[in-house]
């Protein structure tokens, strides 16, 4: 859920979180007071003292959120459902700073599920950011990659960041620019 309100927060406490944009990983102190500017897709960014830091969905408790829950399959579960799985957890990854999901923002070019002789899966993904200088690239890289590898049966996700063909708006859906006022 988003908010353009900010919700007050307490560390209960001591917590791992990226440093936004910088990505620098630091420890945030049981009793640090912040305040959460977005939670969304199960990770939430939350300011304090000046600066955006992003608390991951398993280390929600830590900001007095439930944690989230790793996807589920059936047994029995195709291919095509391990596809909307991946499709679904990459639209939980979200560039802290725009509240919209990387899938809507058109960030994924491509993305192959290969199934193993033994049944695992593995996952290639290739991604890109709204600009190639955005420092929260490796983030957002890990981001896709843990996620879809909480998916059971996928073994590896190789996610590969490429700036080629260049982002620009016009890959955005139609979603992304009404959520971004691009479109009225």
């Known amino acids: ?13 001591d917590c791992d979180v990226v440093m936004i944009p910088s990505g620098d990983e630091v420890v945030l102190p049981a009793g640090t007071v912040g305040y959460i500017t977005q939670a969304l897709g199960g990770s939430f960014t939350v300011f ?21 829950p790793p996807p589920e399959l059936p047994d029995d579960a195709s291919d095509q ?37 033994d049944g695992r899966r593995d996952v290639c993904i290739e991604m890109t950011l709204t ?3 955005c420092g929260m690239g490796d983030i957002l890289v ?5 996620k879809v590898e909480l998916i059971p049966t996928v073994e590896n996700a190789d996610v590969e960041l490429v700036f080629d063909p260049p982002w620009n708006q016009s890959m955005m859906s ?7 006022g691009l479109l009225y």
């Open 81 to 117: 459902d391990v596809e909307k799985l991946v499709w679904r957890q990459m639209k939980t990854c979200y560039d802290p700073e725009i509240p919209v999901d990387i899938v809507e923002l058109g960030l994924i070019y491509r993305c192959e599920i290969k199934t193993r002789s």
């Open 142 to 146: 890990d981001d896709v990659r843990s």
């Open 1 to 13: 859920m988003y908010s353009h309100t900010s919700q007050p927060c307490t560390f209960e406490r």
């Open 174 to 180: 139609d979603v992304a620019k009404l959520e971004t």
């Open 48 to 68: 304090v003292d000046g600066n955006l830091f992003r608390v991951a969905g398993r280390d929600a408790d830590a900001i007095g959120k439930e944690p989230v």
């Open 131 to 133: 600009a190639p200088g």
